[in-house]
């Protein structure tokens, strides 16, 4: 039982959804979170057959993040969904593991939107189950994280650590 999370930046292209397709192959992954996909409502259907032909799957609003499953290996009950993650319980039906929660996360590219971000993370920690919290936070934890382009701003990185923190992570 393989889960994989992978930020795979646009799956439009045939060449890149040929690269997904065989890479998600040779590591006989049976979970996925495709972080930013950007793949639109109409083609999510025929990118995903083409990918994992005999997988189920199910993509947040505007297809920012996608996850697809092998559905002899598990269940998956969406829980909630928005721009920012798509969080789920995923039941394993091939071995003893109990199910557990996975939140797939592609943050926003705007600090205030990633405030909200934070907010839901917090929310939905509270639980017993065990959760597998991927993705792309854009953010960072320390500042030796970013190299190049704009400075870090510090009061960010204390906002990501305290929700970091209150999340138990």
């Not at 590219?109 to 934070?118: A, K, M, Q, V």
């Not at 030796?144 to 929700?163: A, L, Q, Y």
Request: hydrophobic share 40%.
């Amino acid at each position: 039982m393989n889960v994989l999370s992978w930020n795979v930046r646009g799956l439009n292209s045939r060449d890149k959804q040929l690269d997904v397709k065989n890479f998600l192959k040779s590591e006989k992954a049976d979970l996925i979170c495709l972080i930013d996909s950007k793949i639109q409502p109409n083609h999510q259907d025929r990118t995903c057959r083409f990918i994992c032909p005999d997988f189920s799957y199910a993509f947040s609003p505007e297809g920012r993040i996608g996850l697809l499953w092998n559905p002899s290996c598990f269940a998956i009950q969406v829980i909630e969904a928005n721009l920012q993650f798509i969080h789920f319980r995923a039941t394993p039906l091939v071995c003893s593991i109990t199910s557990f929660l996975v939140t797939a996360v592609y943050a926003s590219n705007s600090p205030s939107d990633r405030i909200l971000l934070w907010n839901h993370l917090i929310r939905i920690s509270d639980h017993l189950e065990p959760w597998l919290i991927c993705g792309d936070f854009n953010e960072v934890i320390f500042n030796h994280e970013k190299v190049g382009g704009r400075p870090i701003n510090s009061r960010r990185v204390r906002k990501f650590n305290e929700c970091l923190e209150a999340c138990s992570l």
